[in-house]
């Protein structure tokens, strides 16, 4: 048999909990204070503007590209190369959209094709957002990080006690901010399919939690003394548990890790968001959750 | 037969059913081929979204307001012209933001007015009355649910020129639906040049004919002197300026056809036939104004202005410019498809190259081979032969999630392969629970058979919590998520329903049914 985690293995996971919680809030000081400071880098979903994927035949450099773009006016935009240095592919970046002017795209186009000869430019891909659907799209975006929680805190609710609830909520909100902080450290654009990886890291992350929780409860169950030591039997489920939360983080990380690796640019960020969950996710799991359901706990005891 | 065969006969049939439903997409994704000839199951595939097909998609605007304006325009002339022919004297007609507002010159007109309105303009609401330096005015509305009907009238005769005008581009499946009060959502799969589709969709196409306004001078017109009822208006080539009259004799709507012809010269021009009641005026028109030029106006203006050299009958003239072919052809396709009432912006663009749209399919293609491999090997190093029984089940899930899909015909994107290679990964986590389970019970010396029990009965709740979770999250992203990001959130559904069914259900079965018949002494897992 092969395991990671030998049997009857035990850490006493609630007495490191202090080292723990310092390290998480250092973490979320960081990523808050970048929030504040720093902001997000918005995409066109949220902000608003054009992206043109565009491919050369041959090399080209950044710079000859922003050369080409300023003869129409086109300044301080953004211009990067993506994939393989010998794709000579570019995403070039414009606030503009086409509420402001009409035929955005295809002023580009010609222009690149007038610069580089026509044979020698490929438009892959144009995406505009205006203004007014970019603020429906941010509206949603905000919407539909309220509603999941909801849905995800009204189950936890139903299949919980409320202690665990809070754990659990605790360890999920750990997991978006430390993230969302990491993100905006990173300078990576926002868009609706981060929004979309955002909700994914909320449901696995408490999906891991989750099982913990049963655990807990189901050891809490077997117990015949009433006063036994919640927190022990909080480190031995942790423990019993430790081998299928590594197990999972594993399976997931080494996915996500291929869609980084291998899923290419739209998806670029989206595959970041979940790596990164997968490793806060599988942390805050192990040293989060459980020490917030036994503060709860304890507050319940002296009350 | 008893109920655990009974349970077996049903995961049978699922899973032949999921094969079958998956096959088709299965071929088209994997493969060069086609389904073999004499198929007789479900021939329907996966959708591919835009994202991985390449296309266009495009939400437009119809400016209402405008529509509500010409549309009162239209009250403010009509009004004119009966008031002269009741004898009702006014000083001025104005158009007011949201009605017209008529300055009479003798204030005895007032009923007769008020009346005039009323039985013919029931759009109109009553009037409100001021003074305006001793002359009466009266200023009528239009009433709110006038106003909205306008509105969405034109939205909705938007959306049918549109359709018209797409149809002709020849677009295999498009979609054309309106979404909210006054946007219109475009699906174009597979279009190949953009920006002509957009030209095309755009251009609201008026068509109309005016007289040349030869008895001013044009000059003293271009300096400021514009005479009353005459206007300026550019050629379409060289800008050159012209003065016209403003009435309006004949528009666009009274067309039957339009088609490109190449004249003596091989230039292309567009031919066009009026239906009977536009004949007829056409037929008016040239035989009053023999001798003076006619001007025809496309979106105001000007493509030619020729002189009229006999009375037109039978319905036909030409449209003269220095077309280029495809220039004409699209014209041609505008004038029969009928014009925008109201013009549109593009509120969002989102085109990807066919190009792109291979790479996506390849790139999503591989990132789940290696994710599948890379996790399968894993679980088959880890678990051994039990590995080998959540790997079987993991493929399944896989052609299940194509299966299901397809039934619903549900739209596949680069998000939701994103969705299916972290299901992937996700997946097996139901399983992994449950060995780590069983490896628990085995330690404590229990039998195959209650080793196998007491592993699923106390997992699953574990599974089936962890799994709700992420399926909340997946349906609120479904209902909130555009496009490529709905694509994410249908995999990520799909992809837990098949989960739970594969890990819950059908690998339980199997492991029942080899400890139910004693073909384990011990487990490999």
Same mark, same amino acid.
């Not at chain 2, 997409?25 to 959708?47: A, F, H, M, R, S």
């Not at chain 2, 009323?118 to 009528?140: I, N, R």
């Given at each position: 048999?092969?395991?990671?985690?030998?049997?009857?293995?035990?850490?006493?996971?609630?007495?490191?909990?202090?080292?723990?919680?310092?390290?998480?809030?250092?973490?979320?000081?960081?990523?808050?204070?970048?929030?504040?400071?720093?902001?997000?880098?918005?995409?066109?979903?949220?902000?608003?503007?054009?992206?043109?994927?565009?491919?050369?035949?041959?090399?080209?450099?950044?710079?000859?590209?922003?050369?080409?773009?300023?003869?129409?006016?086109?300044?301080?935009?953004?211009?990067?190369?993506?994939?393989?240095?010998?794709?000579?592919?570019?995403?070039?970046?414009?606030?503009?959209?086409?509420?402001?002017?009409?035929?955005?795209?295809?002023?580009?186009?010609?222009?690149?094709?007038?610069?580089?000869?026509?044979?020698?430019?490929?438009?892959?891909?144009?995406?505009?957002?205006?203004?007014?659907?970019?603020?429906?799209?941010?509206?949603?975006?905000?919407?539909?990080?309220?509603?999941?929680?909801?849905?995800?805190?009204?189950?936890?609710?139903?299949?919980?006690?409320?202690?665990?609830?809070?754990?659990?909520?605790?360890?999920?909100?750990?997991?978006?901010?430390?993230?969302?902080?990491?993100?905006?450290?990173?300078?990576?654009?926002?868009?609706?399919?981060?929004?979309?990886?955002?909700?994914?890291?909320?449901?696995?992350?408490?999906?891991?939690?989750?099982?913990?929780?049963?655990?807990?409860?189901?050891?809490?169950?077997?117990?015949?003394?009433?006063?036994?030591?919640?927190?022990?039997?909080?480190?031995?489920?942790?423990?019993?548990?430790?081998?299928?939360?590594?197990?999972?983080?594993?399976?997931?990380?080494?996915?996500?890790?291929?869609?980084?690796?291998?899923?290419?640019?739209?998806?670029?960020?989206?595959?970041?968001?979940?790596?990164?969950?997968?490793?806060?996710?599988?942390?805050?799991?192990?040293?989060?959750?459980?020490?917030?359901?036994?503060?709860?706990?304890?507050?319940?005891?002296?009350? | 037969?008893?109920?655990?065969?009974?349970?077996?006969?049903?995961?049978?049939?699922?899973?032949?059913?999921?094969?079958?439903?998956?096959?088709?997409?299965?071929?088209?994704?994997?493969?060069?081929?086609?389904?073999?000839?004499?198929?007789?199951?479900?021939?329907?595939?996966?959708?591919?979204?835009?994202?991985?097909?390449?296309?266009?998609?495009?939400?437009?605007?119809?400016?209402?307001?405008?529509?509500?304006?010409?549309?009162?325009?239209?009250?403010?002339?009509?009004?004119?012209?009966?008031?002269?022919?009741?004898?009702?004297?006014?000083?001025?007609?104005?158009?007011?933001?949201?009605?017209?507002?008529?300055?009479?010159?003798?204030?005895?007109?007032?009923?007769?007015?008020?009346?005039?309105?009323?039985?013919?303009?029931?759009?109109?609401?009553?009037?409100?009355?001021?003074?305006?330096?001793?002359?009466?005015?009266?200023?009528?509305?239009?009433?709110?649910?006038?106003?909205?009907?306008?509105?969405?009238?034109?939205?909705?005769?938007?959306?049918?020129?549109?359709?018209?005008?797409?149809?002709?581009?020849?677009?295999?499946?498009?979609?054309?639906?309106?979404?909210?009060?006054?946007?219109?959502?475009?699906?174009?799969?597979?279009?190949?040049? =953009?920006?002509?589709?957009?030209?095309?969709? &755009?251009?609201? /196409? #008026?068509? %109309?004919?005016?007289?040349? !306004? *030869? $008895?001013?001078?044009?000059?003293?017109?271009?300096?400021?002197?514009?005479?009353?009822?005459?206007?300026?208006?550019?050629?379409?080539?060289?800008?050159?300026?012209?003065?016209?009259?403003?009435?309006?004799?004949?528009?666009?709507?009274?067309?039957?056809?339009?088609?490109?012809?190449?004249?003596?010269?091989?230039?292309?021009?567009?031919?066009?036939?009026?239906?009977?009641?536009?004949?007829?005026?056409?037929?008016?028109?040239?035989?009053?104004?023999?001798?003076?030029?006619?001007?025809?106006?496309?979106?105001?203006?000007?493509?030619?202005? =020729?002189?009229?050299?006999?009375?037109?009958? &039978?319905?036909? /003239? #030409?449209? %003269?410019?220095?077309?280029? !072919? *495809? $220039?004409?052809?699209?014209?041609?396709?505008?004038?029969?498809?009928?014009?925008?009432?109201?013009?549109?912006?593009?509120?969002?663009?989102?085109?990807?190259?066919?190009?792109?749209?291979?790479?996506?399919?390849?790139?999503?293609?591989?990132?789940?081979?290696?994710?599948?491999?890379?996790?399968?090997?894993?679980?088959?190093?880890?678990?051994?032969?039990?590995?080998?029984?959540?790997?079987?089940?993991?493929?399944?899930?896989?052609?299940?999630?194509?299966?299901?899909?397809?039934?619903?015909?549900?739209?596949?994107?680069?998000?939701?392969?994103?969705?299916?290679?972290?299901?992937?990964?996700?997946?097996?986590?139901?399983?992994?629970?449950?060995?780590?389970?069983?490896?628990?019970?085995?330690?404590?010396?229990?039998?195959?058979?209650?080793?196998?029990?007491?592993?699923?009965?106390?997992?699953?709740?574990?599974?089936?919590?962890?799994?709700?979770?992420?399926?909340?999250?997946?349906?609120?992203?479904?209902?909130?998520?555009?496009?490529?990001?709905?694509?994410?959130?249908?995999?990520?559904?799909?992809?837990?329903?098949?989960?739970?069914?594969?890990?819950?259900?059908?690998?339980?079965?199997?492991?029942?049914?080899?400890?139910?018949?004693?073909?384990?002494?011990?487990?490999?897992?």
């Amino acid at each position: 048999m092969f395991e990671i985690v030998k049997p009857g293995f035990f850490f006493d996971f609630m007495k490191v909990k202090w080292y723990a919680i310092t390290f998480s809030i250092i973490l979320l000081l960081i990523g808050l204070t970048s929030i504040a400071v720093k902001g997000f880098s918005y995409g066109i979903d949220f902000s608003g503007g054009t992206v043109i994927q565009v491919k050369f035949t041959h090399s080209v450099k950044t710079d000859e590209v922003r050369k080409a773009l300023k003869t129409i006016g086109l300044q301080n935009e953004r211009i990067q190369s993506v994939g393989q240095p010998q794709d000579n592919e570019f995403l070039i970046r414009t606030a503009k959209s086409e509420d402001s002017m009409k035929g955005l795209s295809e002023t580009i186009k010609g222009t690149l094709e007038g610069y580089f000869g026509e044979k020698n430019v490929q438009i892959r891909r144009i995406d505009m957002v205006g203004g007014a659907v970019s603020k429906d799209i941010t509206q949603k975006g905000y919407l539909s990080l309220f509603y999941a929680s909801i849905g995800i805190l009204i189950y936890i609710w139903l299949r919980f006690d409320f202690r665990y609830s809070v754990g659990a909520i605790a360890a999920t909100l750990h997991d978006v901010f430390v993230v969302l902080g990491i993100f905006s450290l990173l300078g990576k654009d926002m868009d609706l399919t981060v929004v979309a990886a955002f909700l994914t890291l909320m449901g696995y992350t408490l999906n891991d939690t989750v099982v913990i929780f049963d655990r807990i409860r189901e050891n809490v169950k077997k117990q015949t003394s009433s006063n036994f030591d919640l927190a022990s039997v909080m480190s031995a489920s942790v423990s019993q548990t430790l081998s299928r939360t590594v197990l999972t983080a594993v399976t997931v990380f080494v996915v996500a890790l291929v869609l980084f690796l291998f899923g290419g640019e739209v998806i670029h960020n989206f595959a970041l968001v979940t790596l990164l969950g997968t490793i806060v996710g599988c942390y805050s799991t192990i040293f989060i959750a459980s020490p917030v359901v036994l503060f709860m706990s304890k507050e319940k005891a002296k009350a | 037969m008893n109920k655990f065969k009974f349970t077996g006969l049903g995961i049978l049939a699922v899973v032949i059913v999921g094969l079958v439903l998956a096959l088709p997409t299965l071929v088209q994704l994997l493969t060069p081929y086609d389904l073999p000839e004499g198929w007789i199951g479900p021939k329907n595939e996966v959708k591919l979204g835009l994202d991985l097909q390449g296309g266009m998609h495009l939400i437009l605007q119809v400016e209402t307001e405008k529509a509500l304006s010409s549309s009162l325009d239209r009250i403010a002339a009509d009004l004119k012209t009966q008031m002269i022919a009741k004898r009702i004297r006014y000083a001025k007609v104005e158009r007011t933001a949201e009605g017209v507002r008529v300055v009479l010159r003798d204030a005895g007109d007032e009923t007769k007015l008020a009346d005039l309105v009323k039985a013919d303009y029931p759009t109109l609401a009553e009037p409100t009355t001021s003074d305006e330096q001793g002359a009466v005015a009266l200023a009528f509305a239009i009433k709110p649910a006038d106003a909205k009907k306008v509105k969405e009238a034109a939205v909705t005769q938007a959306l049918e020129t549109i359709r018209n005008r797409i149809d002709q581009l020849g677009v295999s499946e498009p979609s054309i639906i309106t979404e909210g009060t006054d946007r219109i959502n475009i699906q174009l799969p597979g279009v190949t040049d =953009p920006a002509r589709a957009k030209k095309l969709i &755009g251009e609201t /196409a #008026v068509l %109309e004919f005016k007289l040349v !306004d *030869e $008895e001013h001078s044009q000059a003293d017109a271009i300096k400021g002197d514009i005479p009353p009822g005459s206007y300026i208006a550019y050629m379409k080539e060289g800008h050159e300026p012209m003065l016209l009259k403003q009435e309006t004799l004949l528009t666009g709507d009274m067309l039957d056809d339009a088609r490109v012809n190449i004249g003596s010269n091989n230039q292309p021009y567009i031919a066009i036939s009026f239906n009977s009641q536009g004949g007829r005026i056409f037929e008016r028109v040239t035989g009053d104004n023999i001798g003076k030029r006619l001007a025809i106006l496309l979106d105001g203006r000007i493509y030619s202005a =020729p002189v009229i050299k006999d009375r037109i009958g &039978g319905g036909k /003239a #030409v449209i %003269e410019g220095r077309f280029s !072919d *495809e $220039e004409a052809r699209d014209l041609a396709i505008v004038l029969r498809a009928g014009s925008l009432p109201a013009p549109i912006v593009i509120l969002e663009e989102r085109t990807v190259g066919p190009s792109l749209g291979k790479d996506s399919i390849n790139k999503g293609l591989l990132a789940v081979g290696i994710g599948g491999l890379l996790v399968i090997i894993f679980m088959a190093a880890y678990y051994r032969a039990s590995g080998l029984l959540a790997n079987l089940a993991l493929v399944l899930n896989l052609i299940f999630i194509f299966g299901v899909m397809a039934a619903f015909h549900a739209v596949l994107t680069l998000p939701g392969i994103a969705g299916i290679v972290l299901t992937i990964g996700m997946a097996v986590d139901g399983n992994i629970i449950i060995f780590e389970r069983m490896r628990e019970e085995i330690r404590l010396g229990r039998s195959p058979k209650m080793v196998v029990e007491a592993g699923y009965k106390n997992s699953f709740w574990s599974v089936f919590d962890a799994n709700i979770t992420t399926l909340i999250a997946g349906a609120v992203l479904f209902q909130f998520g555009t496009g490529p990001v709905r694509g994410f959130a249908v995999t990520l559904c799909v992809g837990i329903v098949t989960t739970l069914f594969t890990v819950l259900v059908m690998c339980k079965w199997i492991m029942e049914w080899l400890v139910n018949n004693n073909k384990i002494e011990r487990f490999s897992i």
